[in-house]
């Protein structure tokens, strides 16, 4: 009898301790309570609604943050200097995948969220990963290994000055062939209304002017893989942006980025630009803009049929020299979990996961105002139909985008014809190859 209950007594024990550690391992938003993790990012409405929100994510895990907020530019910089060195003082940063994933990834700089994803004691159960779009994913997967989590969706939009338009009885532009001939005639009807802007500095020009190649039935390769801004259509589209940053831009134009086209936009000096989704939130902070502004996808091209958007997203990485990843882990699934990108789409930052695009929250606030409507279709076709290359095909992308916004700079600047600065730039581009 007394072994009996020994024996029974025993297995009690050893049942109970097995379930022990099951319960332990069950996830707990408070398991790295105490911490502080190093965030840094780029200048971007969604770093600018997470230093408000970010008090949140202390409240609910306990874990302490440290954020640094830097202008792109900047930001690469610092971003160069700390993985190069292998510092751990940085646990969190931003990523845009689609433009040096391949070469982060192939530095070792990116730890690999799979492992983390996989572990129940560290990832929520509804996380849902599969809720993130598709294309987005896919720029941050490497064979098995998942390096970042989509932050936003975004690609450059066609803004236009309705009223503008109305005053100088133009029509809305239905083809891409129709915004030199729209810029055309608001300079002939108003000598001191701006018509267009655009970005101009060579790097960061590519992500707007690929809408004009794509869409005037050009690409940026050949059929077989090789350099192709050399091809008419591309030509055609290449000319198209430079063309109309030359005879219809502001003074400086080779100088600017978005920051440059927004405020010109905002102000009321420009009628017409291609500039990101993602601007939409500053844009609209101007007075007048929410009730005069228009926005759309590109228009297609009238001969080629052809709508090709340009749709990319800003991710969040762990840095594979971090010390403290389980808490930057815990970052990472409450700064892109559904509650929170509900909230930070009042900050005008497009929503990367469908349930929350898709949610009656979004096509509440969306229905509040046209212009707003008018944004959320637009995202919502650069969505289904949107690329995320805008460089011929190499891993050296940066290098690449630089030598074709060199091309555009070269016929502004009246140095080449657009075919002579097709070519020069396709024999560069080969090299990248």
């Not at 982060?104 to 969220?113: H, I, K, S, T």
């Not at 929520?124 to 294309?135: L, T």
């Not at 000055?161 to 129709?178: A, G, N, Q, S, T």
């Not at 699934?333 to 990108?341: D, G, H, I, K, L």
Request: net charge neutral.
């Amino acid at each position: 009898m007394i072994r009996r209950s020994f024996i029974a007594g025993v297995t009690m024990m050893a049942a109970a301790l097995a379930f022990a550690p099951a319960t332990a391992q069950e996830f707990d938003w408070r398991s790295q309570d105490g911490q502080t993790i190093n965030l840094m990012f780029n200048n971007h409405p969604w770093s600018q609604a997470m230093r408000d929100m970010v008090a949140d994510f202390t409240a609910k895990t306990g874990i302490k943050t440290r954020m640094e907020i830097f202008n792109e530019e900047q930001f690469r910089a610092r971003l160069t200097t700390l993985m190069q060195g292998r510092s751990s003082d940085m646990d969190v940063f931003m990523s845009l995948t689609s433009r040096e994933g391949a070469v982060f990834n192939q530095a070792g700089w990116y730890a690999d969220l799979a492992p983390m994803m996989a572990d129940k004691a560290l990832t929520r159960p509804d996380f849902n990963y599969e809720d993130f779009s598709a294309s987005i994913r896919n720029a941050s997967t490497f064979g098995k290994q998942v390096v970042a989590l989509p932050i936003n969706q975004e690609g450059p939009l066609f803004y236009w000055r309705k009223d503008i338009f109305e005053r100088c009885k133009i029509d809305e532009p239905k083809y891409l062939e129709d915004i030199p001939a729209a810029a055309a005639a608001i300079k002939s009807c108003d000598a001191n209304q701006g018509a267009w802007a655009a970005r101009g500095i060579r790097g960061v020009t590519p992500y707007a002017l690929a809408g004009f190649i794509y869409n005037s039935g050009g690409s940026f390769a050949t059929p077989d893989g090789k350099p192709g801004l050399s091809q008419p259509n591309s030509i055609k589209g290449l000319a198209m942006y430079a063309n109309l940053l030359k005879d219809y831009g502001p003074p400086g134009a080779l100088n600017h980025t978005f920051t440059q086209v927004v405020e010109l936009l905002g102000q009321g000096r420009v009628a017409m630009t291609h500039e990101s989704s993602n601007e939409f939130a500053n844009i609209m902070r101007f007075p007048g803009r929410a009730n005069d502004l228009g926005v759309k996808v590109l228009p297609p091209g009238r001969e080629s049929g052809i709508s090709k958007p340009v749709a990319i997203g800003w991710t969040v990485a762990i840095s594979a020299n971090s010390k403290r990843q389980p808490a930057a882990w815990l970052f990472l699934q409450w700064a892109t979990s559904p509650e929170v990108q509900a909230k930070l789409v009042q900050a005008g930052v497009a929503p990367p996961r469908a349930s929350v695009f898709g949610g009656e929250a979004f096509k509440a606030w969306a229905a509040e105002m046209p212009v707003r409507k008018a944004w959320a279709d637009a995202l919502i076709e650069i969505g289904r139909t949107g690329t995320g290359v805008y460089q011929t095909p190499t891993d050296r992308v940066p290098e690449a985008r630089d030598i074709i916004g060199g091309a555009m700079q070269q016929i502004v600047l009246g140095k080449a014809t657009p075919q002579q600065a097709a070519a020069a730039a396709d024999a560069e581009l080969a090299k990248l190859q």
